[in-house]
């Protein structure tokens, strides 16, 4: 069983950036794609971003990889999402997923884990 947990979202002006972290319970955390996903408010959750076992592959949605940069540190169990020049539309709960494959999938039916989400919330 893996257990994630999330951290750093907040309030944030637009423009502003953030860094989500999200801390994995599990010693073989490098056995693991991770993805972020967000939901906003009457929305389905959407895919973010993606990173592989090693880091060395990364995947984003089309729309968000110029300001969201998406890393590893698998000696700590943790993931990131660094997010920039943030948009009022950037509003909702970000959640951190895990998959035991090594391919990095935009659904949420790839993934068995996932965290209980962190609001992230940018004001205009």
């Known amino acids: 069983q893996v257990q994630l947990v999330e951290s750093g979202g907040g309030l944030v002006q637009a423009g502003g950036s953030l860094r989500l972290a999200c801390a994995a319970s599990?010693?073989?955390?490098?056995?693991?794609?991770m993805g972020w996903f967000r939901q906003a408010p009457g929305k389905e959750r959407e895919f973010v971003a993606g990173i592989s076992w090693s880091g060395g592959t990364t995947k984003y949605a089309d729309d968000l990889k110029d300001r969201f940069t998406i890393s590893r540190d698998n000696a700590k169990n943790t993931a990131y999402l660094q997010m920039y020049s943030l948009k009022p539309e950037d509003t909702a709960v970000y959640y951190c997923?895990?998959?035991?494959?090594?391919?990095?999938?935009?659904?949420?039916?790839?993934?068995?884990?996932w965290g209980q989400g962190t609001q992230v919330t940018v004001s205009s």
């Open positions: 997923a895990a998959t035991r494959t090594n391919v990095i999938l935009r659904t949420t039916s790839g993934y068995n884990y």
């Open positions: 599990v010693r073989t955390f490098n056995t693991y794609a």
